[in-house]
């Protein structure tokens, strides 16, 4: 069904990160089956469903880990995102995103969310580790 497109499109890249030894967060301003189906399957730590305030709890997550905002790198995927898309250090769009958050994102993926987004976001960022840092994602 779509529910397992969505979740096995984007967990191999989240997982890729997270063997890489990347700290990774969900933060979602969903409730539902769906979100509820992804935290169990990807496990991250820290993660919050139906948030409506996303860049205080982002900052109480920051906190939790000893890094400020400028260390974030974010993918927001509507408008209830500009806040923290303009807040962190890389705010990152999907392609499908709605235009108020490509705008407000520091990069935009060629990729939709469900649809390989999260695994253009990680192999960009792997390769970018893999060159030392040097470079753009």
Not at 44 to 71: N, S
Not at 111 to 129: K, P, R, T
Request: glycine share 10%; proline share 5%; hydrophobic share 45%.
């Amino acid at each position: 069904d779509a529910d397992s497109v969505i979740a096995r499109a984007n967990s191999d890249g989240y997982f890729a990160l997270r063997r890489a030894g990347w700290r990774t967060a969900v933060l979602t301003g969903e409730k539902g089956a769906l979100p509820e189906r992804l935290i169990a399957r990807l496990a991250p730590d820290p993660h919050r469903l139906g948030c409506k305030k996303k860049l205080e709890v982002l900052d109480e997550f920051c906190a939790a880990e000893g890094i400020t905002r400028a260390q974030v790198a974010y993918i927001g995927d509507s408008i209830h995102d500009l806040e923290v898309l303009s807040s962190v250090g890389l705010g990152i769009a999907p392609a499908d995103a709605p235009p108020r958050a490509r705008k407000a994102a520091g990069w935009v993926l060629e990729n939709s969310v469900g649809y390989d987004a999260v695994c253009e976001m990680a192999e960009a960022f792997l390769a970018l580790a893999a060159r030392g840092g040097k470079g753009a994602p």
